[in-house]
């Protein structure tokens, strides 16, 4: 059989201008980053506080390997599990005001750990439609039943909660939606959880050590707190790092260990990684002028978009889309912003909706005034 198959499917993905390909950053992730030769302004990371490059953070990160050496070896149910990991897991869960957590090596793999060993086929997942793909992914695989709402519609929500009469109920969502940077209501949900007898799962990958008191994530925003809310965060974003960890109800903590296959047949992440992790962590609760800044940022940016033929979607957060619509228009903006030294990445579908292709623009810490007048100044010349 020959591959020409294959290559008929990527002519047809790029003529619909859809086709993705890699860039190669030489320099380490910063709003200022070489990129195949070429200097640009980015407004593309998830490195939301800047700690992705900071010194403190190298530091930890070597002292870690020096200490306990660059590899784990093992999965943690085997002999993987290390003390750099254990202590940061108790210091994960003080964070977040959850009984305990359990680290993960990404995020995508803790969705598909903790769906997957809280529901089945009995069971039936509730899910946002504009969720992450991992937690699309996850109920997939659990082979639950599954229920998908219209984005942040509660009382279709209620209806299908209503018409569940049997099995766990597991509702499933973003807390910062990835691709919209609008916050769910959560608050809702935990009430519908309480009426309806549900759990939730709440992906707080672009909350966590952004939003709240010292940055301890979306919980905290809503000031919520229920054993049945089951807490995700990823550690490859406002943290700097890479991983995620779960917090929740020991119970629930102890049958991941049991039987979230992404945790137990894989190779525990390096010890290195939690040392310098723990060093993130009290980075991100320092944080607040990290944090005053990005909010500054945001309004800075905001304020400076009105008046362009292309809107900014409603959002409080460092995730800000820019709606253009269709494919090959977000992409040539997105070309013509590159042309001008700014890097902004277009999304286009299958990751966001047919016909909402979009700029996600996002911001960090780490950015400037300067730079985000560079970038507001960009578009209106563009718009011309
Ligand atoms: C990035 C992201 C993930 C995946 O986390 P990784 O650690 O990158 O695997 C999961 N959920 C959401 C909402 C994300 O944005």
């Not at 003529?15 to 993705?20: D, Q, V, Y």
């Not at 984005?151 to 969502?173: E, W």
Request: charge should be negative; glycine fraction near 8%; proline fraction near 4%.
């Amino acid at each position: 059989m020959s591959f020409s198959v294959l290559q008929r499917e990527l002519d047809e993905r790029k003529a619909a201008g859809l086709l993705r390909t890699r860039r190669t950053l030489e320099t380490p992730q910063s709003p200022h980053i070489v990129v195949d030769g070429e200097s640009y302004l980015a407004f593309c990371s998830n490195d939301y506080l800047g700690l992705a490059e900071h010194p403190q953070l190298t530091v930890a990160l070597q002292q870690g390997a020096q200490q306990w050496g660059v590899g784990a070896g093992a999965a943690h149910l085997v002999s993987g599990h290390f003390a750099p990991h254990h202590q940061l897991e108790i210091q994960l869960a003080e964070f977040v005001s959850k009984p305990a957590a359990l680290l993960f090596s990404t995020g995508y793999m803790a969705n598909l750990g903790v769906v997957q060993a809280l529901v089945g086929k009995d069971d039936t997942v509730f899910a946002d439609k504009l969720n992450h793909s991992s937690l699309n992914d996850a109920m997939l695989l659990s082979r639950a039943q599954v229920k998908r709402y219209r984005h942040g519609d509660m009382a279709q929500l209620a209806t299908q909660l209503a018409q569940t009469t049997s099995g766990r109920k597991l509702i499933i969502t973003d807390t910062v939606f990835s691709m919209d940077g609008d916050i769910a209501p959560l608050r809702e949900m935990l009430a519908l959880c309480e009426r309806h007898d549900a759990w939730m799962l709440v992906d707080d990958a672009h909350g966590f050590g952004v939003l709240g008191e010292q940055g301890r994530g979306s919980l905290s925003h809503f000031k919520l707190d229920s054993p049945r809310i089951i807490y995700m965060a990823t550690l490859g974003k406002a943290a700097g790092v890479s991983g995620a960890f779960v917090a929740a109800e020991q119970v629930v903590i102890d049958t991941l260990v049991n039987h979230a296959r992404s945790y137990v047949y894989t190779t525990a992440s390096p010890p290195a990684l939690s040392v310098a992790l723990a060093e993130s962590l009290r980075l991100i609760a320092e944080g607040e002028d990290r944090r005053a800044h990005l909010i500054k940022l945001i309004a800075q940016l905001r304020d400076g978009l009105t008046g362009l033929p292309w809107s900014l979607m409603p959002s409080d957060t460092a995730i800000q889309p820019l709606l253009i619509g269709e494919n090959q228009q977000a992409l040539q903006l997105s070309l013509s912003l590159r042309e001008r030294g700014i890097w902004v990445a277009a999304i286009r579908p299958p990751t966001v909706p047919q016909g909402t292709a979009r700029l996600r623009i996002t911001l960090s810490a780490a950015h400037t005034q300067a730079d985000v007048q560079r970038l507001i100044e960009a578009l209106h010349e563009l718009a011309q």
